[in-house]
Nanobody, 118 residues
Framework: QVQLVESGGGLVQAGGSLRLSCAAS????????MGWYRQAPGKQRELVAT???????KYADSAKGRFTISRDNAKNTVYLEMNNLKPEDTAVYYC????????????WGQGTQVSVSS
């Protein structure tokens, strides 16, 4: 079994920044990519960013230039630094882990709310 524990969500004004963290534990040996999805009210869940234990990163177009994903492999932790936040970034953000950056997530975190006020 795999556990993903997220932290760092909250309420911020437009233009502000937030940093999300997610720590993975359990049997993650073959799960090389960690990342973030989000789901806004009334919308489908969508990829935000994902990366391997190395340097391969994949971003949604909406995240490019504003969000940065990074990892601490020794801690099995992934981070999402979000800058210049917009009201349309408001969503529940889910940490994910998968075999590669192109595979669907194998496990999901419980989600953390990010709310951006205008």
């Amino acid at each position: 079994q795999v556990q993903l524990v997220e932290s760092g969500g909250g309420l911020v004004q437009a233009g502000g920044s937030l940093r999300l963290s997610c720590a993975a534990s359990g049997n993650i040996f073959n799960l090389n990519a960690m990342g973030w999805y989000r789901q806004a009210p009334g919308k489908q869940r969508e990829l935000v960013a994902t990366m391997t234990r190395g340097v391969i990163r994949k971003y949604a177009d909406s995240a490019k230039g504003r969000f940065t994903i990074s990892r601490d492999n020794a801690k099995n932790t992934v981070y999402l630094e979000m800058n210049n936040l917009k009201p349309e970034d408001t969503a529940v953000y889910y940490c994910t882990i998968s075999r590669t950056v192109v595979d669907a997530p194998a496990f999901w975190g419980q989600g953390t709310q990010v709310s951006v006020s205008s």
